[in-house]
């Protein structure tokens, strides 16, 4: 079957995707993170299952991805031909800031309140020096960009938003690159820059996933990924798309082996852009539709934020003890999946019952935006 569109509800398959490696990612991708625990790898073993679990990393590739795919598209309904007035790209700015990090300063509130009634964890992080100094802590980790000042974060997973932001900003810029000098030379500019002035590679940084973040601008406009799957490489559909199936399938093999090889300080744009983007159209083509799995992954797409940033609370700061005593390590990574996805659906009751997205959209409204409404892509 063609496919027809990559849709919302394809990204939000994507996102149960990456929150499932996530899980994996934080529990096993170092043997530091369960040596005092007694785990069992069965049917596995331990180093297949730390070596995938750190691979894993591109689960941060694939919401980048989905990030730049939408922003673009974003953009597009705004304007065709990407002609924005001041007006118009500024209001765009502010309703994707606001959509972003309404999301997130209500778990941020929510965690200060639950975690200094559990430890006070609040006077730990943040007061370690003066009061006037831990407020201002806490309000740059309010707003999400604790990592591009180098402060101090509530949650070690948090530095996501960092980027996330800056994300939104660089989306038009790049667009504009791209009209102006075309992809390749671009996208050359962004590999070959970094290295002639000596700028390192920094795990989880701006840097590290901005190629693919103009992976997923470029296939927004072109449409590359039903281009991609709906491609055939035999008259006989069904025949093209078994052989598709076989070879992909392989690749995805080789490509894991690729990556592994990698050293990760080097050619980052390989091991979080080119890699993940095939194995990305990989799961759109053959594994998202798949029914049950389908409705599951959508359903954990949907809760991915709240997952992401919640999770390491469970796992790294209270709960550490209870999740890896379940033993295997299949059911750790599905007992934190598991933990995490019932805090986020309480979180999203208390949005209903404080009319949260009602307040957003105040909000939008209240800094001049023409249409105080959010919108998906």
């Known amino acids: 079957m063609e496919k027809k569109e990559f849709s919302k509800y394809n990204t939000l398959s ?18 530091k993170l369960f040596a005092n625990y007694k785990v069992s790898f069965y049917p596995l073993n331990q180093d297949l299952v730390v070596d995938v679990s750190f691979f894993f990393k591109i689960c941060v590739s694939i919401f980048v991805f989905i990030t730049g795919y939408g922003l673009a598209l974003s953009l597009k309904k705004l304007n065709s031909e990407y002609k924005w007035s001041k007006k118009e790209l500024s209001d765009w700015v502010k309703k994707r800031l606001i ?34 100094y831990g407020i201002v802590q806490m309000m740059l980790d309010f707003i999400g960009i604790s990592n591009i000042v180098g402060t ?29 000098y075309g992809y ?14 000596g700028w390192n590679y920094v795990n989880s940084s701006y840097i590290s996933f901005l190629p ?19 491609l055939k490489i035999n008259k006989n559909k069904y025949v093209s798309k078994a052989l598709k199936f076989v070879i ?16 990760k300080d080097k050619f980052w744009e390989i091991r979080y852009a080119v890699i993940p983007i095939f194995m990305m159209c990989y799961f759109y083509e053959f594994i998202i539709d ?22 390491e609370f469970l796992r790294s700061y209270y709960l550490s003890d209870f999740i890896y005593s379940f033993g295997n390590f299949v059911k750790i990574g ?22 949260y997205e009602k307040i957003t959209n105040k909000m939008i409204e209240s800094v001049g935006c023409r249409d105080n409404r959010i919108k998906e892509y």
């Open 334 to 355: 599905i007992m934190l999946l598991l933990m995490s996805i019932g805090i986020s659906i309480i979180i999203e009751l208390v949005k209903k019952i404080i009319k």
């Open 152 to 180: 101090a974060s509530f949650n070690s997973a948090w530095w996501y938003m960092s980027i996330a932001i800056a994300y939104v900003f660089s989306v038009p810029l790049f667009i504009k690159l791209f009209k102006k």
């Open 290 to 311: 798949i029914p049950i799995i389908k409705h599951i992954l959508e359903f954990l797409g949907k809760h991915s934020m709240n997952i992401f940033l919640i999770h």
């Open 14 to 31: 994507l996102k149960g995707i990456a929150i499932i490696m996530m899980m994996f990612h934080h529990c096993f991708r170092t043997q």
């Open 184 to 197: 390749f030379l671009v996208m050359a500019f962004v590999f070959f820059v970094p290295r002639i002035i």
């Open 99 to 132: 959509k972003l990090l309404s999301g997130y300063c209500i778990i941020v509130i929510l965690s200060w309140i639950i975690c200094q009634i559990i430890n006070g964890r609040v006077q730990t992080v943040y007061f370690k020096k003066n009061i006037i």
């Open 212 to 230: 693919m973040l103009l992976l997923g601008i470029i296939f927004g406009e072109n449409n590359l990924m039903v281009k991609v799957a709906n």
């Open 248 to 263: 992909e399938t392989g690749l995805f093999i080789i490509l894991y082996i690729v990556c592994m090889k990698l050293p």
